[in-house]
Each structure stands twice: as structure tokens, then as C-alpha cells.
């Protein structure tokens, strides 16, 4: 098992910034790939960023160059997020994941809301 513990939602006004850390506890295997996911109400959970344990980076088109995800440790995460825009408000959710053994774990979620 493993558990993912999130911080640093919140409310921001647009242009503004804001980090979310996410913490893996528990099994953690070295090869594996964490990230961020965002929901916004009425619409379907959306890859924001992710990350390898080797430190290949993916982001969504929508994030380039305002976010940058990093990696602290082989279990910890942080998503830097500039220059936030009000689409970004979303439930931000953090994934772990790795491919052997076939794991896909979920944090709680963290509020993110961009608004004047």
C-alpha cells in the first residue's frame, strides 16, 4: 500500500502563484512515475503533469510553461504553478504509479481556486 499525502491548495487571484507537494509513504517502489491530475466540476479528471523516477517531465498543453513539476525525492513531488489563470481552479489530484508490479495510487485531492 502506499499513501499520498497533498498540501498547498488554495485561493490565489489570477497571474498569481502557488506550489502543491505531494508525499508517498508506505511500498514505495524506485522506479515510478508521479503527477499531478485536476477536475474541475462537470468535466473529466486531466493529466496536468508527471514525472519519472528518472526525471522525464510531461505536461499538458493547456500548463506548459506556467507549471513546472519537480522531483525532491524517490516519493515527493512539488508542482510549481505560475501565472495562474481562473481555468485552472480544479480538485487537484496526486497519482503514483508504476508498471512492475502494476500499482496506481490516489491522493484526497486539494482545492485549487484562481479568482479576482
Known amino acids: 500500500q502506499v499513501q499520498l499525502v497533498e498540501s498547498g491548495g488554495g485561493l490565489v487571484r489570477p497571474g498569481g502563484s502557488l506550489r502543491l507537494s505531494c508525499a508517498a509513504s508506505?511500498?514505495?517502489?524506485?522506479?515510478?512515475?508521479m503527477g499531478w491530475y485536476r477536475q474541475a466540476p462537470g468535466k473529466q479528471r486531466e493529466l496536468v503533469a508527471s514525472i519519472t523516477s528518472g526525471g522525464i517531465a510531461n505536461y499538458a498543453d493547456s500548463v506548459k510553461g506556467r507549471f513546472t513539476i519537480s522531483r525532491v525525492s524517490t516519493g515527493t513531488v512539488h508542482l510549481q504553478m505560475d501565472n495562474l489563470k481562473p481555468e485552472d481552479t480544479a480538485v487537484y489530484f496526486c497519482?503514483?504509479?508504476?508498471?512492475?508490479?502494476?500499482?496506481?495510487?490516489w491522493g484526497q485531492g486539494t482545492q485549487v481556486t484562481v479568482s479576482s
Open positions: 508506505g511500498s514505495i517502489f524506485s522506479f515510478n512515475t
Open positions: 497519482n503514483y504509479r508504476t508498471v512492475s508490479p502494476t500499482t496506481n495510487y
